[in-house]
C-alpha cells in the first residue's frame, strides 16, 4: 500500500491554458474525493465519485472545472482556460466503502500567472 | 447546518509545554470527528478519529483528543510538544450521504525552542 498519490506535486501555468491533474488512490478504496485548499483555509469539497460514478458535485466546480474516473481506480481534475482564482492547492483523497475516514494524498500546487 | 469551528487562528507554545487546540462542532446526532494534520506544502495526514465509544480517543504521534457532547467539543491535546508539532492542526467531520469533510479554519502551532 503506497498510498494516494497525485501527479505533478506542483504546475505553474499562464491564465487560460488548460491543466489536469491526476489521483490515484489506495488500491482498494472504491471512494474518491477532490477538494480545493487555499492559503490560510480549510480544504473546501470539489467532488465526489464511488467507483466510476460522479455522485456529486459542489457549486464551487464551475463549468470549467471537470473530473472523470473512467475505470474506478485513478482520477483526473481538468481546469479549462485557467484564471488567476483558480491558484490553489488541490487535494485528492479516498476511503473504502463504509468506512468514513478519508485518506489525503500530497495535493497539487497550481500557481497561475 | 452541520459546522465545524476552530477558535484559534494561531498558537505558540514552547517545547515541552502542553497543548490543546480547540474544535466545536454542530452536528445534529452524534458526530464522527477526525483531526488532521497538514506540514508546509504537504497533504493532510489523519492524526485520530471519533466515531463512538470511549470519547478520549488516542492518535498517532502522541496526540489524543476528547469528545464532550456537553460542550460540542472535541479538542485535541498533548502532553508535551516537539518542535516537530509545528504545522496546521484541522478539525474535520463528514457530511451528507456521501461523507464529504467539512473543515475548520485550522490552527496554525508555532513551537519556540
Known amino acids: 500500500d503506497t498510498g494516494v498519490s497525485q501527479d505533478p506535486r506542483h504546475k505553474i501555468t499562464k491564465r487560460g491554458q488548460n491543466v489536469t491533474f491526476r489521483c490515484d488512490p489506495i488500491?482498494?478504496?472504491?471512494?474518491l474525493y477532490w477538494y480545493r485548499q487555499t492559503l490560510g483555509q480549510g480544504p473546501e469539497f470539489l467532488t465526489y465519485?464511488?467507483?466510476?460514478?460522479?455522485?456529486?458535485k459542489s457549486r464551487l466546480l464551475s463549468d470549467r472545472f471537470s473530473a472523470e474516473r473512467p475505470k474506478g481506480s485513478f482520477s483526473t481534475l481538468e481546469i479549462q482556460r485557467t484564471e488567476q482564482g483558480d491558484s490553489a492547492m488541490y487535494l485528492c483523497?479516498?476511503?473504502?466503502?463504509?468506512?468514513?475516514?478519508?485518506?489525503f494524498g500530497p495535493g497539487t500546487r497550481l500557481t497561475v500567472t | 447546518a452541520q459546522s465545524v469551528t476552530q477558535p484559534d487562528i494561531h498558537i505558540t507554545v514552547s517545547e515541552g509545554a502542553s497543548l490543546e487546540l480547540r474544535c466545536n462542532y454542530s452536528?445534529?446526532?452524534?458526530?464522527?470527528l477526525f483531526w488532521y494534520v497538514q506540514s508546509p506544502g504537504q497533504g493532510l495526514q489523519l492524526l485520530l478519529k471519533y466515531f463512538s465509544g470511549d470519547t478520549l480517543v488516542q492518535g498517532i504521534k502522541g496526540f489524543e483528543a476528547e469528545f464532550k457532547r456537553s460542550q460540542s467539543s472535541f479538542n485535541l491535546r498533548k502532553p508535551s510538544v516537539h518542535w516537530s508539532d509545528a504545522a496546521e492542526y484541522f478539525c474535520a467531520g463528514p457530511q451528507g450521504n456521501n461523507r464529504k469533510l467539512i473543515w475548520g479554519l485550522g490552527t496554525s502551532l508555532a513551537v519556540n525552542p
Open positions: 465519485f464511488q467507483n466510476e460514478a460522479q455522485l456529486e
Open positions: 488500491s482498494e478504496h472504491n471512494r
Open positions: 452536528y445534529g446526532a452524534t458526530p464522527y
Open positions: 483523497a479516498s476511503s473504502l466503502e463504509g468506512d468514513y475516514e478519508q485518506y
